[in-house]
């Protein structure tokens, strides 16, 4: 399996603008996770699902995030609009029947 | 609401020597610790994982330990190696939580040769 595949590996924009995140999980892994790291606040959870259900979006920062998980392959992360405080590193990860956690190789979004 | 510590946030030795990476958390409800390993500029591997009925596992030159009762986990790492040289995470993860993990901050790791 090639693991969590993340894209893009990297985004730049403009404030204003919006920032889609996408996430491919490992087949079969039922669980998908949604970080985000920064030196000032490390690793935070911003949403959880389960089977393609979202349980617990408590970390999702404002309502400018949101995220969807349509079928069991693929998530996206939307920020609209994006601001300059947005910029870190975004991990998507996935875990079968909530065990051992494998995360992407992440999204550096830098917004200007 | 879990919270896991670990201590030190950085460390430095000499190549060759043993050591010991310690993790904290706060709820003993505690369902699975997982030791990730992260390169600077890159995503999170992961090391080993103890689960629930675990208490240790080893993998390696690595072993990792699980004290629910004391709130603990530690990471042994032998016989150091410049390329062991990183940042390591410790998660928790709880069943009361919506089997969420929560990250501690991490302990920045470098092995001089």
């Known amino acids: 399996d090639a693991g969590v595949i993340q894209s893009p590996r990297h985004e730049v924009t403009e404030m204003g603008q919006e920032v889609t995140l996408r996430c491919k999980p490992i087949s079969g892994h039922n669980s998908l996770f949604w970080y985000r790291q920064t030196m000032m606040r490390g690793l935070e959870l911003l949403i959880y699902?389960?089977?393609?259900?979202?349980?617990?979006d408590s970390g999702m920062p404002e309502d400018r995030f949101s995220a969807k998980m349509p079928n069991a392959s693929f998530s996206t992360l939307k920020i609209q609009p994006s601001e300059p405080r947005d910029s870190a590193v975004y991990f998507c990860a996935s875990s079968p029947d909530s065990t051992e956690a494998f995360f992407g190789q992440g999204t550096r979004l830098t917004v200007v | 609401k879990q919270e896991v510590t670990q201590i030190p946030a950085a460390l430095s030795v000499p190549e060759g020597e043993n050591l010991v990476l310690n993790c904290s958390f706060t709820?003993?409800?505690?369902?699975?610790l997982q030791w990730f390993r992260q390169d600077p500029g890159k995503g999170l591997t992961s090391l080993l994982l103890?689960?629930?009925?675990?208490r240790e596992q080893t993998s390696g030159r690595l072993n990792a330990s699980l004290d629910k009762s004391s709130g603990r986990s530690t990471l042994y790492i032998a016989a150091s190696q410049p390329g062991d040289s990183a940042t390591y995470l410790c998660?928790?993860?709880?069943?009361?939580?919506?089997?969420?993990?929560?990250f501690g901050g991490g302990t920045r790791l470098m092995v001089k040769p």
């Open positions: 699902f389960n089977n393609n259900v979202p349980i617990d």
């Open positions: 103890i689960q629930s009925s675990q």
């Open positions: 709820d003993s409800a505690i369902y699975n």
């Open positions: 998660a928790g993860m709880n069943n009361n939580a919506g089997n969420m993990l929560t």
